[in-house]
């Protein structure tokens, strides 16, 4: 019985330590983990802070509407009849009044700008031929520069921290050892990109060489003469009477400065179609020289174009995929450093390259923050405004140090397709807009499959985002590009209608495997 009882004492104690045990280590845990509770209530204090300011107008007018109808539903029938008959209306009054609706109904709808419809779009998909793996760039590199080991390692390191993958692609001309920039190997990318973008048009659409009624190419660095414009205009007979324009020398922002020179155009010209092609060639402007500013762009740049059909015709509308909402453009060309941060020039040995400062990331920030302060009223719910409005009150009045507030673009936007320019460009953007890593996948995946395209990168993101079955009607869609200048362009699209899987593309036979994960370094 003793033995018993004593043993029933240890069991006792024993329990006793396991329970404190598992007490002090449960409270330990508690304090390591974060106050969920709290997170939660901040949550909804946000969420109802939101649904309040944005929907402030529904929620006066509501409570007024309701005590009216209450007032008038207590008055008997005759009460009303009464009140209906002690209203005294005159002939004239009423054709006045009846004049003055139709003449501000006539004025509002005749000044209202016309809605701008993107029908479709078609994206260039390079041949496997034109591939360039990382061992066949660096080798390559080897045997053109190597009387210069350094620019070799340099074009290394840019390569292994690009977030470029093995699928890029650079036009024939440059697989040559060494490369041969002739004027015909140039205009045989351009006919290859430009004319394989429109018969995808063409053939996606069912759009007729004739039905064209504007046509605006943009290329930056390359311009002949015959224009790129006219090569197409010649390649599809296209009318004599159409409205053709060539921009160059903008950079990779010129595919938005295009869709605006195109929404000005549809706005003068009623029932009309444009077609916009966007692009860079690279033949002649593959570097060769030693200049550690200027091999940067043959480490990023690759193959690429887009062709999109926009309209402004009614009978567009059930087909189209997106509505144009806004362009917002930004200059900062009167700086010189900003007008100098993407410079074509020659180096010491005279060959010409395009020179990218080192001061490019703080000048694209500079050009951004200018470019989203016009495009926030425009596009942020008034909770957001409002939050903005009061801390630059705040810093104004109280306290210059307090920090400024961010809007949240998130509450404004579902899609972001941010300019596939480089890696530190993606980084960046998703940094400054506190944008998650779904929202830029989109343009990190573009970079990897196709490098920097230009000013078409921003096709390739869309298609991105069309292909993995996100785009759902009424979703809103942000493009952001960057170019020489300096320039920072946006527009705003909203989905017409929820875009099914395409069966073709340039993601078609690949999106399966996207994402895929990026490394921060590819050891080479």
């Keep these: 019985m003793r033995r018993n009882s004593i043993d029933m004492e240890k069991e006792r104690i024993t329990a006793e330590m396991d329970f404190k045990n598992s007490s002090s280590a449960v409270i330990k845990i508690?304090?390591?983990?974060p106050d969920f509770l709290q997170s939660v209530k901040l949550k909804y204090v946000k969420l109802g802070y939101q649904y309040?300011?944005?929907?402030?107008?529904?929620?006066?007018?509501?409570p007024i509407m309701l005590g009216v109808s209450i007032e008038i539903l207590r008055l008997g029938p005759q009460e009303i009849l009464n009140l209906w008959n002690s209203l005294h209306f005159n002939l004239v009054q009423i054709l006045c009044s009846a004049f003055l609706i139709i003449f501000v109904a006539t004025v509002y709808f005749m000044s209202k700008p016309r809605t701008i419809y993107l029908v479709d779009y078609a994206c260039f998909k390079p041949p496997v031929t034109c591939r360039v793996p990382f061992a066949t760039f660096m080798e390559h590199s080897r045997l053109i520069l190597k009387n210069n080991p350094k620019s070799v390692e340099f074009q290394m390191r840019i390569l292994e921290r690009s977030g470029l993958g093995e699928e890029t692609c650079l036009p024939p001309a440059i697989h040559y050892i060494p490369p041969k920039p002739t004027m015909e190997a140039a205009r045989g990318e351009a006919e290859l990109v430009i004319f394989s973008a429109m018969d995808s048009l063409f053939k996606k659409t069912g759009l007729k060489p004739k039905d064209i009624d504007i046509l605006i190419v943009n290329c930056s660095l390359f311009s002949p003469t015959p224009s790129l414009s006219a090569m197409v205009i010649n390649k599809y007979k296209l009318r004599s009477n159409i409205k053709s324009f060539n921009l160059s020398g903008m950079g990779c922002s010129a595919g938005l400065i295009s869709i605006d020179l195109a929404r000005?155009?549809?706005?003068?010209?009623?029932?009309?179609?444009?077609?916009v092609v966007s692009t860079e060639?690279?033949?002649?402007?593959?570097?060769?020289?030693?200049?550690?500013?200027?091999?940067?762009?043959n480490c990023l740049f690759r193959?690429?174009?887009?062709?999109?059909?926009?309209?402004?015709?009614?009978?567009e509308r059930r087909r189209a995929k997106y509505r144009l909402v806004h362009v917002v453009r930004t200059h900062k060309g009167a700086d010189d450093k900003a007008y100098r941060c993407v410079f074509e020039e020659e180096d010491k040995e005279g060959k010409v390259g395009i020179s990218l400062s080192k001061d490019l990331m703080a000048i694209a920030g500079e050009a951004l923050k200018s470019n989203i302060t016009t495009m926030g009223p425009l596009v942020l719910p008034a909770s957001e405004q409002l939050l903005f409005l009061l801390t630059l009150i705040g810093r104004k009045i109280f306290n210059p140090k307090w920090k400024p507030y961010i809007p949240d673009f998130k509450q404004a936007f579902e899609h972001f397709c941010i300019h596939a320019g480089g890696r530190a460009v993606i980084d960046e953007l998703q940094k400054n807009l506190q944008l998650s890593t779904e929202h830029v996948e989109a343009s990190r995946m573009t970079?990897?499959?196709?490098?920097?395209?230009?000013?078409?990168?921003?096709?390739?993101e869309l298609n991105y985002i069309e292909s993995k079955g996100r785009m759902k009607k009424g979703d809103r869609v942000w493009q952001i590009a960057f170019g020489s200048g300096f320039k920072c362009n946006s527009a705003v699209w909203k989905c017409n209608k929820t875009i099914k899987t395409p069966i073709d593309g340039p993601w078609a036979d690949c999106i399966d495997r996207y994402p895929v994960h990026i490394p921060e370094i590819v050891k080479l």
Excluded: C
């Design 447 to 460: 970079l990897h499959r196709f490098g920097n395209t230009s000013s078409s990168s921003l096709w390739y």
């Design 303 to 315: 193959m690429g174009g887009a062709a999109i059909l926009l309209s402004n015709r009614r009978s």
């Design 281 to 297: 060639i690279i033949t002649p402007n593959y570097y060769q020289g030693n200049e550690r500013a200027m091999l940067l762009p």
């Design 52 to 62: 309040l300011v944005n929907h402030i107008i529904t929620l006066t007018l509501v």
């Design 264 to 275: 000005d155009l549809l706005q003068v010209h009623p029932n009309s179609n444009a077609v």
């Design 30 to 33: 508690r304090r390591k983990l």
